[in-house]
């Protein structure tokens, strides 16, 4: 007897029975194909249909309750939906299973390509999402010019100072790596970094020949960077990013508008205070002063209970795979996501109070002690190289 491929399926009858009786699976196929003999034609034969692949197996499934038996009857066709119709009124007439009476009635019709197609639907939204990579001209192209930019970076000195071509009269000098990228990427290649917020000697040499343009973070450890840089190095220019945000975060255009804004460095501090001196001594102490101030604010308004705990494994899982470091205030609300190679230098110059910092993967030495003297409380990452007194450290 032939048998329906999985893959021809296109209806299946669903169909409830009840019998006044015991009754085994084989008789009710045997009434199924006895008792719909002949009242269809020869076309709609069921044994004939059943050959030529047309009817699937027949599932049955049954069971007793007290003195009736009660089931259900599954029965797969390939057949067009007039014809399935057809058979599926044919079961209901049926009225004897074996010796009992018994009662058939079709529950439902189920469009089994209809499934298919709604599961067809799902996977493609799917897997859209999954696509990498572009096909756009322009994409592609902008792609291939920013690699080359980037790829064009070199060190500077001893300290291996990130740079583009510094060989040029005006120089443009940031603070880490990730704004120089963020500088060559966007066409400005007279860019040096100073890997942090200390100034190198590097920097200092180069001012005596060339005519340094400081570009500094948008808050107040930005102004306390060029405080230091202008005490210590000759520096003619400064332009600041605009207020909350990072040089690394800038687009093209913000970059170039703001180191149209450059000013002579005398100018800038006169802004603030009314000379340098008092400015370094007085400034500096006011911003450390608040900033203890604020860190124990957020750690008295902070517990790390069985709450914050489900809600920081649930972050960590949402960023899972992205190779980036979330940053987190009190409240557990995102403060930054930035990469976690440049999360030590953002937390060196972060303007909010960190509590907690979640890592897609492991958490370096560095970062555990750039979050130490950020104040962080709690960090969760999948590996840890080193313990800390200060900071509880959650894996997931």
Same mark, same amino acid.
Do not use: W
């Given at each position: 007897?032939? /048998? ?24 009710? @196929? ?13 076309? *709609? ?27 259900? %009857? ?52 799917? *897997? ?17 010019? #920013? ?35 963020? &500088? ?6 007279? %860019? ?5 917020? $200390? &100034? ?13 343009? &400081?570009?500094? =973070? ?31 975060? *800038? ?6 508008? +703001? ?16 000379? $340098? ?19 124990? =604010?957020?750690? #008295? ?15 960590? /899982?949402? +960023? ?11 409240? &557990? ?13 953002? *937390? ?10 979640? @890592?897609?993967?492991?958490?370096? +030495? ?22 800390? #007194? ?7």
């Amino acid at each position: 007897m032939a /048998k329906i491929s999985p893959v021809s399926i296109k209806y299946m009858i669903h169909a409830n029975f009840s019998a006044e009786g015991a009754l085994e699976k084989p008789d009710v @196929i045997g009434a199924i194909f006895g008792q719909t003999e002949g009242l269809l034609g020869a076309d *709609l034969e069921m044994r004939e249909l059943q050959k030529e692949g047309k009817i699937g197996r027949i599932e049955v499934d049954l069971h007793k309750e007290g003195k009736t038996t009660v089931g259900v %009857v599954k029965i797969p066709t390939a057949l067009d939906q007039s014809e399935t119709t057809l058979i599926a009124a044919a079961i209901e007439t049926i009225e004897r299973i074996g010796p009992c009476d018994s009662q058939i009635s079709v529950e439902r019709i189920e469009d089994v390509r209809g499934s298919k197609r709604d599961y067809i639907v799902e996977r493609a939204k799917k *897997l859209m999402q999954e696509i990498h990579g572009t096909t756009d001209s322009r994409e592609i192209s902008a792609e291939i010019k #920013d690699s080359a930019r980037i790829a064009g970076i070199k060190e500077h000195g001893e300290g291996k100072l990130p740079c583009g071509d510094i060989s040029g009269k005006e120089l443009i000098v940031v603070e880490g790596r990730a704004d120089v990228v963020n &500088l060559l990427r966007n066409g400005v290649n007279n %860019v040096i970094g100073m890997n942090g917020t $200390k &100034l190198p000697d590097e920097i200092k040499e180069l001012g005596k020949e060339k005519e340094i343009t &400081l570009f500094v =973070d948008g808050d107040r450890g930005g102004k306390l960077i060029a405080q230091n840089v202008v005490e210590n190095a000759n520096v003619k220019y400064i332009a600041v990013a605009p207020d909350g945000k990072e040089v690394e975060e *800038l687009t093209g255009k913000e970059i170039l508008m +703001n180191l149209r804004k450059k000013v002579p460095a005398r100018e800038f501090f006169s802004s603030f205070l009314e000379n $340098k001196k008092s400015y370094s001594r007085e400034t500096r102490k006011s911003y450390y002063e608040n900033k203890v101030e604020e860190k124990k =604010d957020v750690e #008295d308004n902070f517990e790390l209970n069985k709450e914050s705990k489900e809600k920081l494994k649930e972050i960590a /899982k949402e +960023n899972e795979g992205k190779e980036r470091a979330i940053i987190l205030d009190s409240s &557990l609300n995102k403060i930054k996501d930035v990469s976690v190679k440049t999360l030590p230098s953002t *937390l060196n110059r972060i303007k909010d109070v960190p509590i907690a910092i979640i @890592i897609d993967g492991k958490a370096t +030495n560095s970062i555990i002690m750039s979050a130490e003297d950020a104040g962080c409380k709690v960090i969760v990452a999948k590996n840890f190289s080193s313990m800390s #007194d200060k900071i509880q450290m959650l894996s997931f």
